[in-house]
């Protein structure tokens, strides 16, 4: 008797973890009810989830759980598609966290769009998401998704979603114009002010050299030639006093006004040398 009983307790477990699957209301187009992402990647989902549906009119859901309570991924997510009551532009992503699966249910319309096949890669070989998944990366594998789906959505509809401030990101992605506007924003101050620092710098290294060769090939700078005047003037007028002394002595002693002159333009040259 109790064989039996157990026998039939086993055949009616299946069907009754069938019935008693948890299954987390709908709050919008992203939910997290497993708690495992961060508050940025919530918002930047859903962000991200706003701008598909704007641009190539499929709505996009993600929900995270615990456990499936003995469902395989894609029953699960076919049952909270149906539960939700989701339309035939809609996609829903379900990722269970304890067990490490997921699964991706489409209505009709955004499979003939986006096609089956390639909605179903996004989860594998077209991205890292389920490498992600495995390794408990859940911020990173939604960030992978969302990069996978754009790069989808612009192969499929030529109409691929701005990705610039999510995930991130902060410059172009796949499929973005560059903004030329936006960028000079960003990067132009910095720029102008390094081309504006480097071509100072090379001014005064410039000036410097010239002024330089100008000392070089001018002997004297205008202060060596006003001290040099100066002396000169002082020289004559002592030369005045004692005119006729060296008169007298005509041999003298080679101390003429010239030697000074010359003696002066060495001092001069001393004077450059500072």
């Known amino acids: 008797m109790k064989k039996l009983l157990c026998f039939l307790l086993c055949l009616t477990l299946p069907f009754t973890a069938l019935a008693a699957a948890r299954m987390p209301e709908m709050r919008g187009n992203i939910n997290d009810a497993a708690d495992v992402l961060s508050a940025q990647t919530l918002a930047d989902l859903g962000e991200f989830s706003k701008r598909v549906t704007e641009q190539a009119d499929v709505d996009l859901h993600v929900v995270t759980v615990h456990f499936l309570d003995g469902m395989e991924p894609q029953a699960y997510a076919e049952q909270l598609f149906r539960k939700w009551n989701l339309n035939s532009e809609d996609m829903l ?6 067990e490490d699966s997921f699964a991706l249910c489409m209505g009709a319309e955004a499979e003939e769009r986006l096609g089956k096949t390639n909605a179903d890669n996004l989860l594998y070989t077209s991205s890292e998401f389920s490498h992600l998944i495995r390794n408990q990366q859940y911020d990173a594998a939604i960030a992978a998704y969302a990069e996978g789906m754009n ?53 005064e290294d410039y000036q410097t050299y010239y002024y330089e060769e100008e000392r070089e090939e001018n002997g004297l700078t205008a202060g060596g030639w006003i001290v040099l005047i100066i002396l000169i003037m002082i020289l004559f007028r002592q030369n005045r006093r004692d005119r006729a002394r060296r008169r007298a002595y005509r041999s003298g002693c080679g101390c003429s006004p010239i030697g000074w002159i010359i003696g002066l333009l060495g001092l001069g040259f001393l004077f450059n040398k500072e």
Do not use: R
């Open 151 to 203: 790069a989808l959505l612009e192969k499929q509809l030529n109409s691929a979603v701005s990705m610039k401030g999510l995930f991130g990101q902060e410059s172009m992605t796949i499929g973005e114009p560059l903004d030329v506007d936006d960028y000079l924003e960003k990067y132009g101050g910095a720029l102008w002010h390094e081309v504006m620092d480097a071509i100072n710098e090379a001014g």
């Open 93 to 98: 992503l379900v990722c269970a966290a304890g």
